[in-house]
Each structure stands twice: as C-alpha cells, then as structure tokens.
C-alpha cells in the first residue's frame, strides 16, 4: 500500500508503474506517509489525475477506483493489479515496489523483469486433465476455516467463488499449478519434480554420499512439516530426550517456507533440496531470484514469482506476511547471536545456508563420564572418539564389532556417557542413532 496526501500526477504514475511491475497494490489518496488523514480529496481531483496516466505512463495500465472510510473521514483508493507486461513512464525509467517505497530498476533489473514477465505465471496454467475431484476436500476445509480467521470474520461467497479468486481453480473448473500444489490428492502425479529431497552428511562436506536421503511428496503445507521433521530428527538429543535447536526452529521453517513458494515450478527434473551437514543447513530451491531482484534486496524486494501460493499459504497462517522471510529469518538468527542466513543465487537455483548452534554439554563438571577430558575416558571411549575422528561417526552395532568381549549395555553405556559429557553428539532415530563429533 502507498500513501498520498494528495494526487500528485507524477507520484501517481509512479507508484501505478511500480505496484503494476510488481505484485500489484493500492495507492490510497487523502492519507500522508505516516498514514495520518490529511482530509478529502475530491473525486473530479483524482480523475484529473488519473486521466493524465495513459500521457504519463506505458502502455495502459489496469486499476480500479474506490471510496474507502477512516476514523477521520473517507479516502479515495486506486487499486492497481499485478500486470503481466513491463510498464515505464513516458521517458523511459521503469519503477518497481519495494518495503520503502519506488524503486528505480537499473537496465540489469529491467532486463530480469522482462524476461520474467515474458514467462509468465506458470502457477495460473491450468494442469491439463486435472479436475476439482483431485483436491483434497479436507484440506480445502482447513484452508477455508483458516483464512475466514485470518481475515477476521466470514468470507462473501460460496466455496467455488473462493476458490477461483484464490486462484486455485479457474472459472471453467480446471485446477492450476497453484491449486494442485496446495491441495492436491497426489501432486506429484501431475508435477513430478514438485517434491523434495533431503540429505544428511556426517561431515562437512559431500564426499562418500549423504548417510541419509529421504524423498517426500506431496501438498506444499504437508511437504514444509516432513522436511521439518526429518531436520529435527537429526539434531542432537539431550538426556531428557527433547530435541534441542541447532538452528532456529522460526528460521529452518521460513527458509522451507521461502523454498517451496519461491521456486520455479516450470523447471523439470529439479526439486528442492535440503542438506544437512555436521557444520551448517542448507536449503536450495530450483530457479534463480525472480524478476528484479537481486541478492542486496532481498530485504526489501516485493516480487513474488508465484503470488498465488505466497497468498495462500499466507491465508492459511503459514506466511507471516508477503516478502518478510528473509527479514523474519534475520532477526531469529540475531536473537539467537547466530550469524545470519548466507544466500547463493545463481541462474537456476538459490541456496539458503544456516550456521548450526555452537554444541555445549548437556551436563557440568563432575556429571557422570566426568568433565570428558582425556584422563576422564576409559580406554573403549578414547576409542571410540578415534574411530570417529577417522570414520565421522560410529554406531552401536560399529563399536561391538571393535570390543566382542564387553556387553552391548556397558558399550551403550560408554557412547551415552560421551554425549552426556559434550565429546559426542548422537543423532537419527532412537532405533538406529549414530554418534558423531559434538
């Protein structure tokens, strides 16, 4: 939203180039840009206006009028709608939208913008042969409750209006891409690589294969909670048995969030990935940055490739608010004294990259195992730390096979006993843990 005290001619053509090259939005006349009324405007004022837009601006662009009321009297809005062409004013500068306000797009950004506006919104193609009897009713429900309480009271209309201004279906009752990722039966028999695939390495690097790689499908909310459960069950485990945070948890799941609405679901035979290894998280989706932006504005950017599923998910609750990731992931790792998540962005594909929390003991000095120092150990621990200094890790049924003549309960013993005194770290299931390196 933008705010003018008045309709100043060149403030109007700009924002209206600027909210028409980006994901649309609403100029709202008679507010200043604290928001505070500054009285009425009149109509014939704002027409005067908005009739020099077609002399100002390149080629028409599409808005609507309304009178909306504030505390201290009504305001005019124009509500301008995501254009699929490049609109530049009359001399040839062309604007987009960000957090702050216009933004001039240098010959760089308006060449990405073109480009992504020549491609246009694969989300919006219907899925040849899909039907509405491919969706999930159960997850329509949710989605419906949810968003009438995100919006605050009951929503105008029946299911099927909803559904075609949410852009799921069409008014001729084909499901789109953006429909079938969110409420699909069985995405992934229509979009194949929508899935994702996640791995883990005990080292910090690739080298000899991930120790775990696992493969889910399905809609985008139920994709987001199993890759968050496979991380979690990864991350160390205390003696209580709560699965402590090496990262984030707000920041794993707004990297997820970002990876699954941001990718470009039009290239094949990619799907999101997401790597964990012993020293970092990395989640990489398929695509390069969308439209205009760039890695020094991902802050501030307001281009969405797919506004649909951004929307959606953000009626759904899973969304705190449309280009606030990155700032959201900012601030967890800020409060967390972590640094802050590493971007890579290259043309067809952008990796997220997360530091893991520094590993502290889960016991003080003097706990069982003692302080974990060398002369504490028992020669099978000492052991044990070499073979995975060596190896990366070590496993139970590993450590019998290098002591036979001690019981599986005093070896299991010893590896607990490493983890309670911070030397190892153990991770996986609790029906096949591995211990690595703490």
């Not at 990731?325 to 290259?346: I, K, Q, S, W, Y």
């Not at 019998?400 to 590896?415: E, K, M, N, S």
């Amino acid at each position: 939203m933008a705010c003018l005290p008045k309709p100043d001619p060149i403030q109007l053509a700009e924002t209206a180039v600027a909210f028409a090259n980006t994901d649309g939005g609403a100029i709202v006349i008679g507010l200043d840009g604290d928001g505070a009324y500054s009285g009425p405007v009149a109509d014939d004022t704002l027409d005067r206006a908005l009739g020099e837009l077609p002399d100002r601006c390149l080629p028409l662009i599409e808005l609507r009028r309304d009178t909306v009321e504030t505390p201290d009297g009504p305001a005019l809005v124009v509500r301008i709608a995501r254009s699929p062409r490049v609109h530049a004013m009359q001399d040839g500068r062309v604007f987009g939208r960000t957090c702050t306000g216009n933004r001039l797009l240098d010959g760089t950004e308006i060449r990405r913008l073109v480009t992504a506006r020549a491609l246009g919104d694969f989300e919006a193609e219907i899925v040849p042969g899909a039907t509405p009897a491919d969706l999930d009713p159960e997850l329509l429900a949710d989605y419906l409750l949810r968003r009438a309480q995100r919006l605050g009271g009951p929503v105008r209309g029946n299911e099927p209006d909803l559904l075609i201004r949410s852009g799921v279906i069409t008014s001729e009752f084909g499901v789109t891409v953006a429909g079938m990722l969110l409420f699909g039966r069985e995405p992934s028999r229509w979009l194949p690589d929508g899935g994702a695939v996640f791995k883990r390495s005990l080292g910090a690097t690739s080298a000899g294969g991930p120790a775990v790689e696992r493969h889910f499908d399905g809609p985008l909310v139920a994709l987001v909670e199993a890759l968050w459960d496979a991380i979690r069950q990864q991350m160390r485990e205390p003696a209580d048995g709560t699965p402590a945070e090496d990262y984030p948890a707000g920041a794993v799941r707004e990297a997820l969030i970002n990876a699954v609405c941001h990718r470009d679901y039009r290239l094949r035979g990619d799907r999101i990935e997401v790597h964990l290894y012993a020293d970092r998280l990395e989640i990489t989706s398929p695509g390069g940055l969308p439209g205009f932006l760039g890695l020094n504005h991902l802050t501030d950017g307001r281009f969405c490739r797919n506004p649909r599923l951004v929307w959606g998910l953000y009626h759904w609750g899973y969304v705190e608010a449309s280009g606030s990731g990155v700032t959201r992931m900012n601030a967890l790792c800020d409060e967390h004294a972590l640094p802050r998540p590493r971007f890579n962005a290259g043309e067809y594909a952008v990796t997220v990259r997360l530091v893991k929390a520094r590993v502290t003991s889960n016991e003080p000095p003097g706990a069982p195992g003692g302080n974990g120092s060398a002369r504490d150990l028992n020669p099978r621990q000492q052991r044990a730390l070499e073979v995975v200094a060596q190896n990366g890790s070590i496993t139970l049924r590993e450590f019998q096979t290098i002591f036979r003549d001690f019981r599986p309960a005093v070896l299991h013993q010893d590896l607990t006993r490493l983890v309670d005194c911070g030397r190892l770290r153990k991770v996986g299931s609790r029906l096949s843990p591995y211990y690595i390196l703490a």
